[in-house]
């Protein structure tokens, strides 16, 4: 989907950032990987955990072409000073938090990529059934026949305030954590979903925060199946 903001029409102020200021993070956690080096991933950050869902996912690479050529369990001690978000009892992150804490150009942006994430929840099926409309697009569209800008920004921002989406996404996507490193945040807090739900999950964005504690090489019970054919990074 286009950018929402090219849907909306003109309804930004210039720099309404509140810049949050959370609590730094120093602590132990684990990172599996499947792959022959150390510290590899795909995505725009590093995810740490708990041991038993480090070991879940070393065995279990959470993408179906690739297979656990060798299986290992890493602990660190990982150190986030300024996390964007820190709500590790919530899988989801609100729309209207990134509004808050980046502006409502960059929200209305992050709404139309990752439309179809939102458009995914119960939260929109309902928002879809009591409005009348069929996606998200037509949704902000209609705040376009709104001729005041500032009713017409209220409007757009009532409308992004309803809004949630899986985290993940949003963490896992390099353009987005680009954009949170250069406002200075350097990682996040979240919970955890699929095998991970109900577990803290911690987003690390660079490499320079994370110090090595222990490498634990994992093998297969006999019981667990396991038939190596890429050498790809983990998740």
Known sequence: MKNLSNVAGPC???????????????????????GMNLLETRLASYSFSSRALAEVYAKNPNRYEDRALAPKVIEANIKIGRPFLSNPDDSFIDVSYILKNV???????????????????NNWEEISEECGVKNL??????????ADLNRRRADVTEKLSKLYFDSFYYFDDEEEV????????????????????????????????????????????PSEKSSPKSLAPSF
Not at 137 to 146: G, H, L, P
Request: charged residues 20%; hydrophobic residues 35%.
């Open 12 to 34: 930004s102020a210039p720099d309404e950032r509140q810049p949050i200021n959370l609590g730094a993070i120093d602590t132990v956690a684990y990172r599996g990987e499947h």
């Open 103 to 121: 502006g409502l150009e960059h929200a209305l942006r992050v709404a139309g990529k990752f439309h179809d994430e939102i458009e995914n929840t």
């Open 137 to 146: 697009a037509a949704w902000i569209k209609q705040s376009t026949s709104i």
């Open 178 to 221: 680009s954009v949170l490193r250069g406002l200075g945040y350097d990682g996040a807090l979240v919970g955890s979903s699929g095998s991970g739900f109900g577990t803290a999950e911690y987003r690390v964005f660079n490499k320079d925060q994370i110090q090595i504690l222990n490498v634990e090489t994992l093998t297969f019970s």
